[in-house]
């Protein structure tokens, strides 16, 4: 089983507007609804790719209960610790000539509410799959992820993070099944500007030598690439064509990656850039069928 974990999910509300003006009543043209958060954006495109897997993570109030609702009926199982107080956050992303997002904080989690999540995770075995994937909120302690990891590091689970700079090099000493920092992301681990592949191909080195068994390092439109755990170099360039949304590709990209990793690391890097391309060229994230249609459309 893949086990994914959101510590903060967010109902997306999307409203379009053809022009916004501050300070009046603005009327929208459209609204649309998204369940997200980035461990949940994965379940979502592994649910697309025939893989099961379960959302883990914190939810609150009735719009907790809306959130769970959106989850399953994309397919994905739901084993959400629920909190007693506040509720689920609502942003609100402002679609107009700029897009404007409106992001809340969500609700406090409090130490029993952590100590539930760590619990899930006893139920774990050999063989399952753990993603860590976003921020941590402010109400929790900065090491969760450490905390998870440690908790699991008796059994044979595959670590997938996806975080930005110590949340994810904290995990490099549990020895992570995959690490996928963007360049941006890699860029600030390592506090330098990284000018060409191969000072990327270098930090990504750096990271396997921290202890990450694979690092797959997502270049936008520059493609991907991926040092495995055998130490070898694979690149692929990225699909063309227009990209509409790119929130997101690099999710539909990890989802991807999991999705084809048993079935061999190119295999995987084209499956994760189909993944992230399917989500760059349209609205929301990939769905599968056009990720077989980018992969089908190779020659
Ligand atoms: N404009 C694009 N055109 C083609 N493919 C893209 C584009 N943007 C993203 N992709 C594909 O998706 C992958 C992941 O994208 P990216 O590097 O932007 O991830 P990210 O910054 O982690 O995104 P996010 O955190 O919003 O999910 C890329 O490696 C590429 O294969
Ligand atoms: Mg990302």
């Excluded at 995990?171 to 890699?186: G, Q």
């Amino acid at each position: 089983m893949i086990y994914t974990v959101t510590l903060n999910p967010a109902i997306d509300y999307n409203m379009s507007f053809a022009q916004i003006k501050p300070g009046e009543v603005n009327r929208s043209s459209g609204e649309y609804i998204n369940y997200g958060g980035k461990g949940i954006n994965v379940s979502a495109v592994l649910a697309q790719l025939g893989v099961k897997s379960s959302a883990l993570g914190f939810i609150a109030g009735g719009t907790g209960d809306e959130l769970e609702k959106g989850v399953r009926e994309m397919g994905v199982s739901c084993d959400f610790v629920r909190l007693t107080r506040g509720m689920t956050r609502i942003n609100v992303k402002l679609h107009s000539d700029v897009d404007t997002d409106l992001n809340a904080n969500g609700p406090d989690i409090d130490e029993d509410a952590l100590d539930e999540l760590l619990t899930k995770t006893d139920k774990m075995r050999d063989g399952d799959t753990v993603v860590l994937a976003g921020s941590v909120p402010a109400s929790l302690p900065r090491d969760i992820y450490v905390r998870i990891a440690r908790r699991i590091s008796d059994r044979d689970i595959r670590l997938a993070v996806d975080a930005e700079k110590e949340l994810l090099t904290s995990i490099l000493p549990y020895r992570p099944f995959v690490v996928k920092p963007n360049t941006d992301e890699l860029s600030g681990i390592f506090g330098r500007k990284l000018t060409d592949i191969n000072d990327v191909s270098e930090c990504a080195s750096e990271l396997r030598k921290m202890g990450a068994k694979n690092v797959l390092v997502s270049m936008g439109s520059g493609g991907a690439l991926l040092l495995d755990e055998d130490g070898k170099k694979h690149f692929r360039a990225a699909f063309i064509g227009t990209a509409v949304n790119t929130v997101g590709a690099g999710d539909s990209m990890l989802a991807g990656f999991l999705a084809g990793a048993d079935k061999g690391y190119d295999y995987a890097l084209l499956l994760g850039t189909a993944a992230g391309g399917a989500a760059a060229f349209s609205e929301g994230l990939a769905d599968k069928e056009d990720i077989d249609a980018l992969i089908n459309s190779l020659p």
